[in-house]
């Protein structure tokens, strides 16, 4: 910028372009389609999006990687007993300056005071509870015993309610406890009446009013009130449960000592209200935190506190709830946790997820994202682009996406002509495209590159069924991907190229079904043994027959001769290997019914099976169909190019 009113701009120098959004939503469609294409499970390759992160970085894996890495950490930070350890030195400092001052001392009380002394029980709970009323000669020792109380009070305190900073000193104080206990007394009346569903926003405003110094957190109402409060007296009864039996009742002793009748009732009273308004919170859980430094009541529990904490964050980064999304994930948990940048990256997944979900690439179902229609359609016409560029023939030889039939219906589109072409010449268009390249003048100069053709639809249609083998060997031989875009292929084509015509893709293992192209790319393989063919000719059939006008076709996909069929009496699918001859029959009887009704009857059989071949090779020729043994990589091109030849084939 220049001086006055005068501006200059130029290009952003300052690094990347701070308006670019941070993802590209179309590369992430198109990057879980190529896993699908390849064989991959569609909402496995969705889930991996958003564990890779855009670009390959910044994802789940990596925010639930360092999340676990701190778990390991907090669980070697030190010894959870170190309230008691602590207790028991002091006590132990405080008995030895009494007996040195008891040694200078002449009397029966001096040497009462020591066989007391001697015979304190070994529990530092019990010890400290005895001593509560000794008489200490020592002012030294009095002074070092007052710290296990107050020391320990203010600890339980000051993790309970984190705005009283000087805990230590406030719980020594007597006219600060009476002020504690009058603020629980009226925390406990404000969840009572908020458990038993009454209004309580008044009380709420009231209760804040009047110790709102309390809760440096300022929470906006009971129920943020609620959650602060409940977390950290969650954290307080997992450190009781990560302790043994024995440090676990010396703890709760020497607490019920520190607090005193009062305290103690209040707080054992709000912990059940807070227990029993958030009972989702981990309650029972200990855990095994070990490390050589003895941490006091407050380390300890914030050390459970924070394992509670990635413990939920792993929960939410997993996504394996039914109906989770990424705005479970607590950007604030992430940033308190993992860091300002872990904040970033969850921020930038959750808007490519939102993203995703706003233009319609991503819908949500009861198991979770998957692909919409929008983002299938771009899916199969990739796998549409995949197969024609296989496609090296002449254009006369091959099944160009463009040719349309001569003897058919004008379209109103016109495209270039190339050589083969049989359609008429659309001479308006291919003059105007001599006029604009030559200029105006007579007569008009043709070129090879000014002829534009007439686009024709036909007339007729077909009825086309693709039966696709959704049994284990398809892909463990590596044979699914190139399936699922074959049919992918197949689906587009027809639905862009050729609406008339109508398809069913029908999959089929121990039992076959119907699927849409959004079942289609989303189907895993039957784990269950059995190749029911049979099945799926019979569902062809019904295809067929619901389009009685259409040329009928039918296309098998399979690498497995025929294990399964329907039982005739109650209809459940029979499996047997090797095949039984009911179920070859079974299966021939419906080759028989389509090759009556007319139907074109092609097989594609992918790998080397002898009992295959021959069952395939037969099937051939009794429907007066054809064999095919097409290499993988050459499938789709095999399938697609024989439908278009056969729709060619009418009656």
Excluded at 51 to 80: I, K, M, V
Excluded at 541 to 552: N, S, T, V
Excluded at 563 to 588: C, K, R, V
Aim: hydrophobic letters at 40%; one cysteine or more.
């Amino acid at each position: 910028m220049a001086g006055g009113n005068r501006f200059r701009y130029g290009q952003w120098r300052g690094g990347p372009d701070p308006l670019a959004p941070p993802y590209d939503v179309r590369a992430a469609v198109d990057a879980v389609g190529s896993d699908v294409l390849a064989g991959g499970s569609l909402r496995e390759s969705l889930r991996e999006l958003l564990r890779r992160g855009p670009q390959g970085r910044g994802g789940l894996d990596d925010l639930a990687a360092r999340a676990r890495r701190l778990r390991r950490e907090a669980l070697r930070r030190g010894d959870l007993d170190g309230a008691v350890t602590r207790a028991r030195a002091l006590l132990d400092q405080a008995l030895a300056a009494e007996r040195d001052e008891l040694r200078g001392r002449d009397g029966d009380d001096a040497r009462f005071a020591e066989a007391v002394l001697d015979n304190l029980p070994r529990s530092t709970a019990r010890a400290v509870s005895e001593l509560s009323g000794y008489d200490w000669a020592s002012a030294e020792a009095r002074q070092t015993y007052q710290r296990i109380l107050d020391g320990l009070r203010g600890d339980v305190l000051e993790q309970r309610f984190a705005g009283l900073r000087d805990a230590a000193r406030a719980a020594a104080d007597p006219a600060a406890q009476r002020q504690l206990a009058e603020m629980m007394r009226d925390l406990n009346d404000l969840l009572a009446r908020h458990a038993r569903s009454e209004d309580t926003t008044d009380a709420f405003a009231e209760f804040m009013g009047r110790h709102g110094e309390f809760f440096p957190e300022r929470p906006r109402n009971v129920d943020e009130l609620i959650d602060v409060l409940a977390r950290r007296a969650a954290a307080g009864e997992r450190l009781m449960r990560s302790l043994s039996d024995r440090q676990r009742e010396e703890l709760a002793g020497l607490m019920r000592q520190s607090l005193g009748d009062r305290l103690a009732g209040e707080l054992s009273q709000l912990d059940a209200h807070l227990r029993s308004l958030r009972p989702d919170l981990n309650w029972q859980r200990g855990e095994r935190v070990r490390g050589d430094q003895p941490l006091g009541y407050g380390e300890a529990t914030g050390a459970l506190d924070e394992i509670a904490e990635l413990d939920e964050l792993l929960d939410s980064l997993d996504q394996d709830q039914p109906g989770a999304t990424l705005d479970d994930v607590d950007v604030e948990a992430v940033a308190r946790t993992l860091g300002r940048d872990a904040a970033d990256d969850v921020r930038r997944l959750q808007e490519l997820e939102r993203e995703l979900r706003r233009q319609g690439w991503v819908t949500r179902d009861a198991e979770g994202l998957t692909l919409s229609p929008k983002a299938l359609r771009r899916l199969a016409s990739t796998a549409l682009r995949r197969v024609f560029s296989d496609l090296t023939a002449g254009p006369r030889g091959q099944h160009d996406l463009r040719t349309a039939g001569a003897a058919g219906e004008v379209s109103g589109a016109s495209r270039p002509w190339e050589y083969g072409d049989e359609q008429p010449l659309d001479v308006v268009r291919t003059l105007t495209r001599a006029v604009r390249r030559a200029g105006p003048g007579v007569p008009v100069p043709l070129a090879v590159e000014d002829f534009e053709v007439v686009e024709t639809e036909r007339r007729a249609s077909a009825a086309v069924v693709l039966c696709v083998d959704l049994s284990y060997s398809m892909i463990s031989q590596g044979r699914w991907g190139p399936m699922k875009q074959t049919a992918l292929a197949l689906s587009h084509l027809m639905a862009t190229r050729f609406p008339q015509d109508a398809l069913q893709i029908v999959g089929f293992g121990r039992e076959a079904m119907p699927l849409t192209q959004q079942e289609l790319a989303a189907v895993e393989p039957d784990m269950q043994q059995g190749t029911n063919l049979q099945h799926a000719l019979r569902i062809a059939g019904r295809h067929l027959r619901r389009h009685p006008g259409a040329e009928p076709v039918v296309l098998v996909v399979t690498d497995g001769e025929p294990t399964a069929h329907l039982d005739p009496g109650d209809g459940e699918a029979y499996f047997h290997w090797p095949p039984l001859p009911e179920t070859i029959s079974a299966t021939i009887r419906e080759v028989d019914r389509l090759t009556r009704y007319g139907a074109t009857l092609n097989l594609f059989m992918l790998g080397d099976d002898p009992g295959l071949r021959r069952f395939v090779d037969a099937v051939a020729r009794r429907s007066g169909g054809r064999m095919f043994t097409p290499d993988l990589d050459d499938l789709g091109e095999y399938v697609v190019s024989d439908y278009l030849r056969a729709r060619h084939g009418r009656r």
